[in-house]
């Protein structure tokens, strides 16, 4: 067997374009780091155990494939490996010296136990960056727990201060904490590469969930030492800012300097509110919310969200609500070239997103669809240097799919 590594001559574009990324996470924060990566033109080869990454068996109307699978994971090869097994421990083994990234969400006590804590990799190739995603960071009581989403956001706060007053907590749907913990997962490893430039040495990278959700909290985690328990966080302002019912449909209205206020006032009819001094802040009109709302309902009241939205304009930052359904053919959307056309086994031709940055000097070379189950097995093998003989063997095995 030549484990000489080959030229990889796929089309690939972008800030990372020859950074090779071993993704052996599941569900989202991990796998969303990795696809922001490969956005930036990272190789990324997905890696997942014999029974598949569990985002796979999602809800979906899809019956070949789940959509969060598809919308997580784009623009990967896939490799599926027992790692349970001694020879597919060896095949990883011999991408991680060549691999410039590895990302996992393994809990931390599992690592080492399947050989590939950080320490026994960069024994390997000291310029491996590893990114380990975690529930609750790397030491502590809770290290060792399964961290997901909606329990981070539970524990932080956030459901509380979603809910209602005087009601009980509310999730924030959308896997919040796991996008942004991904955003984490690519800022850090970048980070990690652009010191490997100046140092010649990579180096272990930690995310956390429990770290994510209260940094998407910073502005509330502040405490001062003359505040009780009960201070007030709630950054909400006193309802005028928010979503409200119109003669059809809901609007967001955003009004919170005096600007877009004295705009809001003027465009619904409501000028005596506008110059009316009891109202000339936030924090005053938060304190006179239960007089102002009503008014400005009465007055939403007189047209659509959809007309609201027009005759609002520039003037006063709004949003007639939609469902993402509207996304795939917005004329802002489309501008921006927001949207792409895939094909995936089974599921066949599809839409979905594509690239969240833009880089004015670089080209984007076209994304492609997330990995069928072991679609790039048999591939990445061989450009490994492993012949016909030893992959039909490691598939005799099962160690390889």
């Known amino acids: 067997m030549d484990t000489t590594p080959q030229v990889d001559n796929r089309d690939t574009a972008g800030p990372l374009s020859g950074v090779r990324v071993l993704d052996l996470s599941a569900y989202i924060a991990g796998p969303y780091g990795c696809t922001l990566l490969a956005d930036q033109g990272a190789e990324v080869i997905k890696i997942e155990p014999p029974t598949g990454d569990n985002l796979r068996k999602y809800p979906s109307t899809l019956e070949a494939e789940s959509r969060a699978f598809l919308g997580v994971n784009r623009g990967k090869r896939g490799l599926v490996l027992d790692l349970k097994q ?24 599992v690592p080492a136990r399947l050989g590939i804590a950080y320490e026994q990799l960069r024994a390997i190739n000291p310029r491996l960056v590893y990114c380990a995603v975690t529930g609750y960071g790397e030491t502590g009581p809770n290290k060792d727990k399964a961290g997901y989403d909606q329990v981070l956001q539970t524990m932080t706060g956030m459901c509380t201060l979603q809910g209602k007053q005087d009601g009980p907590p509310e999730v924030l749907y959308g896997s919040v904490v796991d996008y942004y913990a991904a955003s984490l997962v690519a800022a850090g490893v970048s980070s990690a590469l652009f010191a490997r430039e100046r140092n010649g040495v990579g180096q272990y990278v ?9 940094t998407m909290q910073s502005a509330r985690m502040i405490w001062a030492e003359s505040e009780g328990k009960d201070v007030g966080r709630d950054m909400r302002s006193g309802g005028i800012t928010g979503i409200h019912p119109t003669r059809d449909g809901y609007l967001y209205i955003s009004a919170n300097t005096p600007h877009f206020w004295q705009a809001l006032c003027e465009k619904t009819g409501l000028d005596v509110l506008a110059n009316d001094a009891r109202y000339d802040s936030v924090r005053k009109r938060a304190q006179h919310r239960d007089e102002i709302v009503p008014l400005l309902h009465e007055a939403l009241s007189a047209r659509s969200a959809l007309e609201w939205e027009h005759c609002f304009g520039e003037a006063v930052p709004c949003a ?4 993402v359904e509207d996304m795939f053919d917005d004329a802002q959307v489309l501008a921006e070239e927001m949207v792409t056309t895939y094909d995936y086994p089974g599921v066949g031709r599809y839409r979905g997103f594509r690239q969240p940055i833009r880089f004015g000097d ?16 048999t591939a990445v093998l061989r450009e490994a240097g492993w012949s016909e003989d030893d992959i039909a063997a490691l598939r005799e095995t099962r160690a390889v799919l």
């Open 86 to 109: 001694a020879a597919a421990l060896q095949v990883l083994m011999a991408l991680v010296k060549t691999a410039d990234v590895l990302v996992h969400n393994f809990r931390p006590s």
């Open 206 to 214: 930690g995310v956390s969930l429990l770290r994510s959700a209260l």
């Open 320 to 323: 007639a609500a939609r469902s």
């Open 362 to 377: 670089m080209p984007s070379g076209q994304p492609l669809a997330a990995p069928a189950f072991g679609q790039h097995s």
